[in-house]
């Protein structure tokens, strides 16, 4: 059972004037760097006459144009370039991805760094950590191609993915989730046989996980997992949903969100109270999404998300398609960390 509690103490217990400190430096840094780099970036601050110098406090955010998927589409069109203007980095990153193969529209592709993939792995650890993982265990995660946490695991060839990344820094062995829900059964033999306490996988893999071991009368207690993470895009497990995984399993069912386009990942604690996002590295607003105004606190509405850390391609104010609403109070893990509550989560 894990002993760590906490994986980066002094970022995640953070007091809320210290995080708000941070983010205010953050920023106009963060400004600066897609203002000067991006085709996209600069075109979006000069529709509404904004220059960076007019980004000096966390005030000013939303003096900034909001953005969502079909602007990120229609820039691909328009600048001619596969990441649609909004490459912020002269040299070759090392990663690209697209998050989705729409069937019809632009594919929105997503780069990173070294240097992004170096800090979304310490992002995860925390996530790792908070959701109950512990150093040197066994882990098993479900990454695709269009996915940074994908697991490649030839460093030779290919970067490796974030999980073996973040698995390095806890020490800790990843084996795989197969892809299609057919291949169910290797997934079910290799956690028989290495027993890893956590494993992420999306709700339809765990649907058909459920069905098969149900069929092949095999004990869920048998595959060793103490936690079963659902990662989802936009629909995170409501609390039926999460019930009903439960009671069929036996085991503790926890969530996960991506927002890949902007390289956004969030994770609730064992409390099951919202899922904690780094304040360090992303600022998260809920806005109306007809007047793109913020909502009242308490109040849904779409769950807004400016990057706070990446270089090659971060996006400011990304209007996502998730409903949620916004928790500061502390954790009761003590992480003081804002929490998003998705609809019917609770
Ligand atoms: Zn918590």
Redo the contacts with the bound molecule.
């Keep these: 059972m894990s002993t760590q509690r906490y994986f980066n103490p002094a970022i995640e217990l953070m007091e809320r004037n210290e995080i708000k400190n941070l983010q205010e430096k953050l920023l106009p840094k963060m400004v600066e760097h897609v203002y000067g780099r991006s085709m996209f970036h600069r075109k979006n601050f000069d529709k509404v006459g904004l220059k960076p110098m007019d980004v000096k406090s966390l005030e000013d955010l939303k003096k900034i144009p909001v953005a969502c998927k079909t602007d990120l589409e229609k820039a691909v069109k328009d600048f001619d370039d596969p990441m649609g203007g909004r490459k912020c980095v002269e040299e070759k990153p090392v990663f690209t991805f697209a998050p989705e193969f729409p069937a019809e529209g632009e594919i929105i592709y997503v780069s990173l760094s070294f240097g992004d993939i170096t800090r979304l792995a310490e992002a995860l650890a925390r996530q790792w950590i908070?959701v109950g993982v512990g150093m040197g265990e066994t882990v098993q995660v479900q990454g695709w191609s269009w996915d940074p946490l994908h697991m490649i695991v030839n460093p030779q060839i290919f970067p490796p993915g974030l999980s073996v990344t973040t698995a390095s820094l806890l020490n800790c062995k990843t084996i795989p989730v197969e892809i299609m829900p057919e291949d169910i059964g290797r997934t079910v033999f290799m956690a028989k046989f290495f027993k890893p306490s956590t494993v992420f996988m999306s709700r339809k893999t765990l649907d058909a996980m459920v069905k098969f071991v149900e069929k092949e009368g095999i004990n869920p207690k048998d595959l060793g997992y103490r936690t079963v993470v659902v990662r989802e895009s936009k629909n995170v497990l409501s609390a039926d949903e999460r019930k009903i995984f439960e009671e069929k399993l036996g085991l503790k069912i926890q969530s996960m969100l991506d927002v890949r386009e902007n390289l956004f990942y969030a994770s609730?604690?064992?409390?099951i109270?919202?899922l904690?996002v780094w304040e360090d590295m992303y600022i998260v607003e809920v806005l109306d999404p007809e007047k793109l105004e913020s909502v009242g606190l308490g109040e849904y509405g779409k769950l807004t998300i400016t990057n706070l850390f990446a270089e090659v391609v971060p996006l400011l104010r990304y209007r996502s398609d998730v409903d949620v609403t916004l928790n500061f109070e502390v954790?009761?893990?003590?992480?003081t960390h804002v929490?998003i509550v998705p609809q019917n989560y609770k």
């Design positions: 908070m609730d604690c064992p409390n109270d919202g904690h954790c009761g893990c003590g992480r929490r």
